[in-house]
């Protein structure tokens, strides 16, 4: 692993994503190996908005390496309340420990925070900016679902503001995959992510409509549309509900269909669907485990 | 020659930014940070005619030379300045602008969730593209009016 810094998914080639999958594959295969790899290892905590199970996956994750965490807390009982900088803060706590995680709600804060301290730092999500963990989590599910040769993925839901999904497109450039974007016209994929895929030379394919391209994929990734984005409650309801699956849904669907979704979910994938063998949202949550021990563990120099 | 003209058409030491894209003057004073309260002594002609462009925009400005940050911002919206640095009335220097590969400063996000716009130590910072510049803490790309990005502090 080349890089000092996890900033965004964009920074990973193709080498690197297998890099860190195959370790992750080698964490799931064989934890107790990975048990005291890093003893006395101390991962620093900075989430600046409340993400109660992003920073509960990091701290599983040190501490089945034998690590341990320091966290700032809550922005409310930290020195930000009073006013002091990011780039403050992150040079303060580096010399607290190994490595630092940080959850910001403002784009670009990850990129500046690293560019303050000399310890690896991950972003855990910069406001609707890139939250690269989730992409490794979400590209080790479809490794291990429906693998990376020839896919056809189907990417459903609000694609203007999550980031989850730009990061995960531009991802998957890079194992050439054949990609489908399923929104409303009002929220399609914004500007400097089309501008990204074109430069990655992907062909983009919108549809309002899940029907017509339902039946080729081999991965559906669903995301949550939020009433906010929406000037009223019934207009929210009447579009949101054209993207919503249950099992009827799916009949259209191939039999080896992956459904995935970042959770928490609300009512866009029915609960008839999770005793499916199409369902995979549960394990791609449990998988931010093994991928965030895999990534930590390249990062901390974990080949000696 | 009278005096008035002579006040008006030559600076004894400072900058005179020809060739500007006509109508972008009062941009490139923004750029320099000049307003009628920053004391510096500035001629503007606005569509002088030129025979190279038609017509162009002029700013001279005395005791004032200016900084890389400030000629990368303003090759983006005046692609064919020519900058000329004069000293004790002669211009020593003369270059043409070039198309930088990022500008720093001068310029803010216009992403009000970029780190950039709050109170921390660092600078804007913009990758040039082909056709806009991108922002490279958060992506956004501004295609459109440049001019509007530039810090009027
Ligand atoms: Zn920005």
Redesign the interface.
Known sequence: MSHDHIISAKQLSRADIEEVLDRAAEVAEDPESFADRHENTLLGLLFFEPSTRTKMSFTAAVKRLGGDVVDMGTVESSSVKKGESLADTVRVVEGYADALVLRHPSEGSAQMASEFVDVPLINAGDGAGQHPTQTLLDLYTIRESAGFDDLTIGIMGDLKYGRTVHSLAHALTTVDADQHFVSPKSLQLPRSVRYDLHEEGATIREHTELEPVLPELDVLYVTRIQAERFPDESEYREVAGEYQIDTETLEAARDDLTVMHPLPRVDEIAHDIDETDHAHYFQQAHNGVPVRMALLDLMLGGDE | MSDRELRVSKIRNGTVVDHITAGQALNVLAILDITTESGETVSVGIRVPSDRLGSKDIVKVEGRELSQDEVDVLSLIAPAATINIVRDFDVVEKHRVERPTEVVGVLSCP?R????T?????ESRFDVLDDGI????????VRDNIAEQIDVA
């Open positions: 992403n969730h970029c780190i950039t709050e109170d921390e130590p660092v991108r922002c490279t803490y958060c992506d956004t790309i």
